[in-house]
């Protein structure tokens, strides 16, 4: 079974922390992928990265960044939390380019 | 840019009645489409997909059929249950999925 994992379910941080959300899998994927859910919105994709040290910007990176120093592992960094990015954050991993494996999800709340 | 659009957003159906669930794509280079499933409070996680060289995939009580023409493809769920009761969101991929905004399907009693 495909494994994927996150470092908190819930996290409460305030306005300008630095934030690190981490994900692990332990399938050997080659793809990992970050996501925010907020109700009537669906699954936006912040980045993604098919390799070690690689990355590719989503449809909403701004506020974000990323760091993939193993392949296992797939970190998401918020420089400077705003109230903005309350939210829910997924983490999924996919061998090839098909079907997508999702970690529990971090609730993020930033006061 | 590509965009699925998914209808409806909301979907109320008695217990043992069908549901179906519609979505549209751009990108008719499209070539995979899958459905997922997210119960409240846990990961969304794959249901069914389908493969563009494929009309219609049955699973049990789940279908989906495809019309590249149209480019649109649809989620059937027979004989309702009440763990039935979830978002379901499609997707399409090209080489990247691009997701519809998800469908609350709700299960009455």
């Known amino acids: 079974d495909v494994k994927v994992t996150q470092s908190s379910r819930y996290l409460v941080k305030r306005t300008g922390e630095k934030v690190f959300l981490e994900c692990v899998q332990d399938m050997d994927h080659e793809n990992m992928f970050w996501y925010r859910q907020d109700p009537g919105l669906g699954l936006r994709l912040i980045y993604f990265?098919?390799?070690?040290?690689?990355?590719e910007k989503g449809d909403i990176p701004e506020g974000y960044s990323v760091s993939r120093e193993k392949k296992e592992r797939f970190s998401l960094i918020l420089e400077s939390a705003s109230t903005n990015q309350t939210s829910m954050y997924l983490c999924?991993?996919?061998?090839?380019?098909?079907?997508?494996?999702f970690g529990p999800g971090t609730r993020l709340t930033v006061l | 840019g590509e965009n699925v659009e998914q209808h409806p957003s909301t979907l109320s159906v008695q217990e043992g009645d069908s549901a179906v669930i519609k979505c549209t794509y751009s990108d008719s280079a499209s070539n995979y489409f899958p459905w997922y499933k997210q119960e409240l409070g846990k990961r969304p996680q794959l249901i069914i997909d389908i493969r563009s060289n494929v009309g219609e995939k049955k699973d049990q009580r789940i279908a989906v059929t495809l019309n590249k023409t149209a480019k649109h493809f649809s989620l059937h769920i027979t004989e309702t249950q009440p763990e039935d009761s979830a978002v379901y969101f499609c997707a399409a991929s090209n080489y990247q999925l691009i997701w519809g905004a998800g469908t609350k399907l709700i299960i009455k009693p």
């Open positions: 999924a991993s996919s061998s090839g380019l098909l079907t997508q494996y």
């Open positions: 990265s098919y390799d070690v040290k690689m990355k």
